[in-house]
């Protein structure tokens, strides 16, 4: 692979992601000439519509706002329903890019789904509808690893909106961190983008930044300053380590995951293990199982979760790889 960068021919630590960047980019331009993916964004919401049919048996319709809803010109408003049509929740769309907008992809709860109650609090009387929104900043012709973000959190939305449990902060997403990046993972990965290119470095970088992530929050590192705990890292991990820098203090994860920045990695790998399953299954076995991987939320100990929707012990990491 031969990219021209105009630099001294000296690959730098830091020049890393931007070369993995560039060759991304180029490589699925290349794919989506040769016919692969690639759409605009009412185009990658119409594979979600598909993927959620095909794979739920369920339906994502887009709906009309009422009086009062919406915050922003171009954002769309979509239903799950049941096959039968029975509404499970709503999720909403804010994929366009805008001047001060939030500039990361993201999934947020405006309101989790829990059971509801008669007002003297003697008996259920149903639910309450789940609402979400996805955010994105999406311009032009969109590829296939834009679609991957696009799945990624949509499946953030799915486990929020087909949670069933009986309160709202134990619905979805609001469990332990180690659980929260599962069913995205899951739900990426039929987007069609394949395996990276660059999954070992990246696995390698990930293992580096948890393990740092570790001991910055470990007592074993009391009273040592970040940058001689990272240098130290860096010696070990074989990686170059420019003095007068200090990368981690732009690694936002420090202070959102900080101390179980491990469970991505983790996510990863039971993410992975559950896809191997599914793919055993037809639609309704699928769904099935996907129900089961959602709709406790944080209402269930996450590894009874996995368990539960295996239908076998869990194998651990070690066992993964074979
Ligand atoms: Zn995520």
């Known amino acids: 692979m031969k990219i021209k960068t105009g630099g001294n021919g000296v690959v730098e630590p830091w020049d890393v992601t931007y070369l993995q960047n ?3 980019q180029s ?22 519509q598909e993927w959620t049919h095909d794979f739920l048996g369920m339906k994502l319709e887009e709906s009309q706002w009422e009086t009062g809803e919406g915050w922003v010109g171009g954002a769309s408003k979509y239903s799950l329903k ?4 029975s509404l499970v929740g709503v999720i909403y769309f804010d994929l366009g890019s805008r001047q001060d907008k939030y500039n990361h992809s993201a999934h947020f709860t405006i309101q989790g789904g829990c059971e509801e109650w008669s ?11 789940p609402r ?18 696009l799945f990624h959190e949509y499946g953030h939305a799915l486990h929020s909106v087909m949670s069933k449990t009986r309160y709202q902060h134990l619905s ?34 990930q293992c580096m930044y948890a393990e740092f992530d570790r001991r910055i929050f470990g007592s074993e590192t009391e009273g040592i300053g970040g940058i001689e705990v ?20 732009s690694f936002g994860h420090l202070s959102s995951y900080g101390g179980v920045y491990y469970s991505y990695l983790w996510a990863q790998e039971v993410a992975r293990e559950i896809h191997e399953d599914l793919k ?3 639609r309704e076995g699928r769904a099935e199982k996907f129900r089961r991987l959602v709709e406790p939320g944080g209402s269930v100990e996450p590894m009874k979760i996995v368990e539960n929707v295996l239908g076998r012990e869990w194998g651990g990491v070690e066992s993964a790889g074979e």
């Open 27 to 48: 490589e699925q331009l290349k794919q989506a000439d040769e016919g692969g993916w690639k759409g605009n964004v009412g185009e990658a919401l119409e594979r979600l």
């Open 82 to 85: 049941e096959s039968d049509g």
């Open 132 to 149: 979400v929104c996805v955010v994105m900043n999406l311009e032009g012709t969109l590829t296939v690893g834009s679609l991957e973000t």
């Open 230 to 249: 990272f240098r130290g890292l860096n010696e070990e991990f074989g990686v170059p380590y420019m003095e007068g820098t200090h990368w981690f203090t």
């Open 172 to 205: 979805g997403t609001r469990g332990p961190v180690d659980f929260v990046e599962v069913v995205s993972h899951v739900v990426e990965k039929y987007a069609g983008r394949g395996e990276g290119r660059w999954n070992g470095i990246e696995r390698y970088n």
């Open 22 to 24: 560039l060759a991304e």
């Open 280 to 282: 055993g299954e037809g």
């Open 119 to 129: 007002s003297d609090y003697t008996s259920v009387t149903g639910r309450s509808v």
